[in-house]
Nanobody, 129 residues
Framework: QVQLLESGGGLVQTGGSLRISCAASGRTFSTNTMGWFRQAPEKEREFVGVSGARGVITRYADSVEGRFTISRDNGKNMLYLEMNSLKPEDTALYYC??????????????????????WGQGTQVTVSS
């Protein structure tokens, strides 16, 4: 069983930066593929990015590529999302997610919410224009 708790959300101006965090419980974090998703009001949850278990391999949605960076500290069971050059359209509830499945790049299964087994409650990020 994995429990995830996001933190660090808040209000930021357009063009600003924010780092959100995800604290994971359990002893399997270092072997988990970890993802970030977001959901804006009245929109479906969408993929933001993913990190393989060692943090060496990451992939991002086109909408955030070059602006967002995922990192992880397996010694602390922490996952991070560094967000730069924020835009109003980045406003959403941000979730971290975990799975024991390995990160396979072909087919992009990692971009589907169904790929993940555990979810946090989310942290709100609001970008003002």
């Amino acid at each position: 069983q994995v429990q995830l708790l996001e933190s660090g959300g808040g209000l930021v101006q357009t063009g600003g930066s924010l780092r959100i965090s995800c604290a994971a419980s359990g002893r399997t974090f270092s072997t988990n593929t970890m993802g970030w998703f977001r959901q804006a009001p009245e929109k479906e949850r969408e993929f933001v990015g993913v990190s393989g278990a060692r943090g060496v391999i990451t992939r991002y949605a086109d909408s955030v590529e070059g602006r967002f960076t995922i990192s992880r500290d397996n010694g602390k069971n922490m996952l991070y999302l560094e967000m730069n050059s924020l835009k109003p359209e980045d406003t959403a509830l941000y979730y971290c997610a975990a799975t024991m499945r390995p990160l396979l790049l072909s087919g992009r299964a990692y971009s589907s919410s169904g790929f993940y087994d555990y979810w946090g409650q989310g942290t709100q990020v609001t970008v003002s224009s």
